[in-house]
């Protein structure tokens, strides 16, 4: 036994692991860059008090908690106060979602883009989980990582900085359930022990397993226990993603109880001796005696093993987007069962020698003080002691969010952008998000209207202004007013129609009036309408003389124009009320063309007139057609008449739209530039479905 002149109480650090199966305990502490485990105990539950990693009753698992402390204390000759124990990986929950958005082309990517990108990709894992969930349940993100940035739809490793249309990310979100930490503080509660750290059992174990220098790479790391195989993956540096499945080595055990007829104990003393012994003897429950070849009892629990690896490496292949890793790592109690690596090695298609188990090989930076158990058991304990004294735990964490406590699991550096996540905020109303711009048509020339900048999120760190970066510290008064988002872009017909009176003028003689008419994507629509994203606008609109002469299907080469008697040019604006002649250029007559015998009697005569371009045909001959039903009769200064026409003759509001206007000419659909002719049936309403 230890005594308390070889150890200082300061120093020590009690690591807790609750499994399913057992309970261990590890007290060490560190010295230079090594860890020294100076005691250890393994308690295994009496009953099922723990099923797949969770706490199912509290008292019975604190029974077995008590004796491993007990014990503890006894080796070490000090008092246990303080204890860092892990939450199980069966409680977290990963989600994997791809987000995108539309950006200004313009401008440079922004880092408040990415993050609003990154936080959109939180907010839709969170909505997935709340589909699952069966019952409501709080849980919490406690980390996230993005497996691909995209720009325009590529790949691309960095956003900010670049330009173009369209950004998106996949993101890998992780939960945890407050049920699973409190049942672990409930049972600390009982034992009188304070919680220094709290960490996630994938973790723990993959801070001993994988050091840092070794995480470059994509490896996997499989803590296999009794009730459930945790997962962690690495990739560039950090811990990208975390799983896990609620199959086990109990889950062989059972086989064995089953096929034997053996209590669950003598069961699990037979798988652990198959690697050990060629022939295993027991007795079952009848009191009957066997001895069988080990190679037999494999045979028996192949399928199991098959199963357990199957499970395990479509897990990694899952969180690790689809992909196997460069090699495996396994740990735990479970992972040394016969034929598990290999068969998950055939499975993820890498060379056997790439997933194994690691032990106490690894521990190069571990001293063992004493005659104390080694094995892939100590992994996960020893890791939860290691993650607390090198300060890289999830210890919780408390501050307030307007002025509400918030306890923060701290799965990393802790910034103010997680304590928002935590109160709900999410990328609607941490970001401030610039309005939608508005793209459409008119008359074939493309128009863009840019979206209203929008007010940011008010962020303070005890009363200082700060950032979603802002890293926050222990007891920190966190303040957020939520962004404003920028005002979309309108636009309505009006805007764009300048000519938007009836006019009424008289052309070569003749009387017309008119008005702007204006469609939208086919539809006839009142000054009023909204116009929408990628809305197609005609405006059939004369404000000039050259309007109206295409309109009327005048030509205006070698025409001299008058408006209200003075001559002008063919730009000139058409006003309401005007009079204008649109005609050929008068002859002038000198007095040497005239001939002198006759000038007394050629003064008397008429003038030469102007070639007036008028429309005899239809002056002589009005248009007589059907609309709806009714004789309606044209007269004007045309030769031809388009379908628009009609609306100068018939009343019809096309300035309040009850649907979709309907034009019909002889029974036909019909478009307004259609020609119409002498006897032609119309037909035209609103289709108000």
């Given at each position: 036994?230890?005594?308390?002149?070889?150890?200082?109480?300061?120093?020590?650090?009690?690591?807790?692991d609750i499994?399913?199966r057992t309970?261990?305990?590890?007290?060490g502490y560190?010295?230079?860059?090594?860890?020294i485990?100076?005691?250890?105990?393994?308690?295994?539950?009496?009953?099922?008090?723990?099923?797949?990693?969770q706490?199912h009753d509290?008292?019975k698992v604190?029974?077995?908690?008590?004796?491993v402390k007990?014990s503890?204390?006894k080796?070490?000759?000090?008092?246990?106060?303080?204890?860092?124990i892990a939450?199980?990986?069966?409680?977290l929950?990963t989600?994997?979602?791809?987000v995108?958005?539309?950006?200004?082309?313009?401008?440079e990517i922004?880092?408040?883009?990415?993050?609003?990108l990154?936080?959109?990709g939180?907010?839709?894992?969170q909505?997935?989980l709340?589909?699952?969930?069966?019952?409501?349940?709080?849980y919490f993100c406690?980390?996230y990582?993005?497996?691909?940035?995209?720009?325009?739809?590529?790949m691309i490793?960095?956003?900010e900085?670049?330009?173009?249309?369209?950004?998106?990310a996949?993101?890998?979100a992780?939960?945890?359930?407050?049920?699973?930490?409190?049942?672990?503080?409930?049972v600390?509660?009982?034992?009188?022990?304070?919680?220094?750290s709290?960490?996630?059992?994938?973790?723990?174990?993959?801070?001993v397993?994988i050091?840092?220098?070794?995480r470059?790479?994509?490896?996997?790391?499989v803590?296999?226990?009794a009730?459930?195989?945790?997962?962690a993956?690495?990739?560039d540096?950090?811990?990208i993603?975390y799983?896990?499945i609620?199959?086990?080595?109990?889950?062989?055990?059972?086989q064995?109880?089953?096929?034997y007829?053996?209590?669950?104990?003598?069961?699990?003393?037979?798988k652990?001796?198959?690697s050990?012994?060629?022939e295993?003897?027991f007795?079952?429950?009848?009191?009957?005696?066997?001895?069988?070849?080990?190679?037999e009892?494999?045979?028996?629990i192949e399928p199991?093993?098959?199963?357990?690896?199957?499970?395990?490496a479509?897990?990694?292949?899952?969180?690790?987007?689809?992909k196997?890793p460069?090699a495996?790592f396994?740990v735990?109690g479970?992972?040394?069962?016969v034929?598990?690596?290999?068969?998950?090695?055939?499975k993820?298609?890498l060379?056997?020698?790439?997933?194994?188990?690691r032990?106490?090989?690894?521990?190069n930076?571990?001293?063992?003080?004493?005659?104390?158990?080694?094995?892939p058991?100590?992994?996960t304990?020893?890791g939860?002691c290691?993650t607390?004294?090198?300060?890289?735990?999830?210890?919780f964490?408390q501050?307030t969010?307007?002025?509400?406590?918030?306890?923060?699991?701290?799965?990393?550096?802790?910034?103010?952008l997680?304590?928002?996540?935590?109160?709900?905020?999410d990328?609607t109303?941490?970001?401030?998000?610039?309005?939608?711009?508005l793209?459409?048509?008119?008359?074939?020339?493309?128009?863009k209207?840019?979206?209203?900048?929008?007010?940011?999120?008010?962020?303070k760190?005890?009363?200082?202004?700060?950032?979603?970066?802002?890293?926050?510290h222990?007891?920190?008064?966190?303040?957020?007013?939520?962004?404003v988002?920028?005002?979309?872009?309108?636009a309505?017909?009006?805007?764009?129609v300048?000519n938007?009176?009836?006019?009424?003028?008289t052309?070569?003689?003749?009387?017309?009036?008119?008005?702007?008419?204006?469609t939208?994507?086919?539809s006839i629509?009142?000054?009023?309408?909204?116009?929408?994203?990628?809305?197609?606008?005609?405006?059939?609109?004369?404000?000039?003389?050259?309007?109206?002469?295409?309109?009327a299907?005048?030509?205006?080469?070698?025409?001299?124009?008058?408006?209200?008697?003075?001559?002008?040019?063919?730009d000139?604006p058409?006003?309401?009320?005007?009079?204008?002649?649109?005609?050929?250029?008068?002859?002038?007559?000198?007095?040497?063309?005239?001939?002198?015998?006759?000038?007394?009697?050629?003064?008397?005569?008429?003038?030469?007139?102007?070639?007036?371009?008028?429309?005899?045909?239809v002056?002589?001959i009005?248009?007589q057609?059907?609309?709806?039903?009714?004789?309606?009769?044209?007269?004007?200064?045309?030769?031809?008449?388009?379908?628009?026409d009609?609306?100068?003759?018939i009343?019809?509001?096309?300035?309040n739209?009850q649907?979709?206007i309907?034009?019909?000419?002889?029974?036909?659909?019909?478009?307004f530039?259609?020609?119409?002719?002498?006897?032609?049936?119309?037909?035209?309403?609103?289709?108000?479905?």
């Amino acid at each position: 036994m230890l005594t308390n002149a070889h150890l200082n109480p300061q120093e020590l650090i009690f690591g807790l692991d609750i499994g399913t199966r057992t309970v261990i305990g590890v007290v060490g502490y560190q010295k230079e860059d090594k860890f020294i485990v100076v005691a250890s105990e393994i308690v295994e539950h009496e009953s099922r008090a723990m099923i797949d990693g969770q706490i199912h009753d509290i008292s019975k698992v604190t029974k077995a908690a008590t004796v491993v402390k007990h014990s503890l204390e006894k080796q070490v000759g000090i008092n246990l106060t303080q204890v860092a124990i892990a939450a199980a990986g069966r409680a977290l929950r990963t989600y994997r979602v791809h987000v995108e958005q539309q950006i200004e082309e313009q401008k440079e990517i922004q880092k408040d883009q990415v993050k609003g990108l990154e936080l959109e990709g939180i907010h839709q894992s969170q909505q997935l989980l709340q589909q699952e969930l069966q019952q409501d349940e709080k849980y919490f993100c406690v980390g996230y990582s993005i497996v691909s940035y995209y720009l325009n739809g590529y790949m691309i490793s960095n956003l900010e900085g670049h330009k173009g249309k369209g950004i998106g990310a996949d993101v890998l979100a992780t939960f945890l359930p407050q049920v699973v930490v409190d049942s672990l503080y409930s049972v600390m509660e009982r034992l009188d022990l304070e919680v220094i750290s709290l960490t996630l059992e994938p973790i723990a174990a993959i801070n001993v397993a994988i050091p840092e220098n070794l995480r470059l790479l994509n490896l996997a790391l499989v803590d296999v226990g009794a009730g459930t195989s945790d997962i962690a993956i690495t990739k560039d540096g950090s811990i990208i993603a975390y799983g896990m499945i609620s199959v086990a080595g109990d889950e062989i055990t059972e086989q064995i109880v089953h096929s034997y007829l053996v209590d669950f104990q003598t069961a699990e003393a037979i798988k652990l001796q198959l690697s050990q012994k060629d022939e295993i003897s027991f007795t079952d429950i009848l009191g009957l005696s066997h001895t069988l070849h080990s190679n037999e009892i494999r045979s028996l629990i192949e399928p199991a093993v098959e199963r357990l690896a199957e499970e395990v490496a479509s897990k990694i292949y899952e969180i690790n987007g689809s992909k196997s890793p460069n090699a495996v790592f396994c740990v735990g109690g479970g992972s040394q069962i016969v034929g598990f690596t290999s068969k998950v090695s055939d499975k993820l298609k890498l060379p056997k020698e790439r997933v194994a188990v690691r032990g106490s090989e690894v521990l190069n930076h571990i001293v063992f003080a004493g005659e104390i158990r080694k094995g892939p058991a100590l992994i996960t304990p020893m890791g939860i002691c290691i993650t607390a004294l090198m300060h890289k735990g999830y210890e919780f964490m408390q501050v307030t969010v307007n002025g509400e406590t918030v306890k923060l699991i701290n799965t990393k550096k802790l910034t103010v952008l997680d304590t928002g996540m935590i109160k709900g905020f999410d990328h609607t109303n941490l970001i401030a998000r610039k309005g939608s711009s508005l793209e459409f048509k008119i008359n074939e020339t493309r128009k863009k209207i840019w979206g209203q900048p929008g007010i940011p999120a008010e962020l303070k760190v005890n009363g200082m202004p700060a950032s979603l970066d802002t890293c926050i510290h222990e007891g920190d008064q966190i303040t957020i007013e939520p962004a404003v988002n920028g005002e979309s872009a309108k636009a309505f017909v009006i805007d764009y129609v300048q000519n938007h009176k009836m006019k009424k003028i008289t052309l070569n003689g003749s009387n017309m009036q008119f008005a702007a008419i204006v469609t939208i994507n086919g539809s006839i629509v009142g000054l009023d309408a909204q116009i929408h994203n990628h809305d197609e606008i005609k405006v059939f609109e004369i404000n000039t003389v050259e309007d109206l002469a295409s309109y009327a299907e005048i030509s205006l080469e070698s025409k001299e124009i008058q408006v209200n008697g003075v001559i002008v040019q063919k730009d000139h604006p058409v006003q309401d009320g005007d009079v204008l002649y649109i005609q050929a250029p008068a002859k002038v007559q000198t007095m040497i063309d005239m001939p002198t015998q006759d000038i007394s009697t050629e003064l008397y005569e008429p003038p030469v007139q102007s070639e007036i371009i008028s429309y005899e045909p239809v002056l002589e001959i009005p248009l007589q057609v059907q609309v709806n039903g009714k004789s309606v009769q044209i007269r004007g200064s045309k030769k031809r008449y388009m379908f628009v026409d009609i609306f100068s003759y018939i009343d019809f509001d096309l300035k309040n739209p009850q649907g979709n206007i309907i034009l019909l000419l002889n029974g036909q659909r019909a478009a307004f530039t259609d020609l119409i002719k002498q006897g032609d049936k119309i037909d035209i309403y609103w289709d108000k479905k």
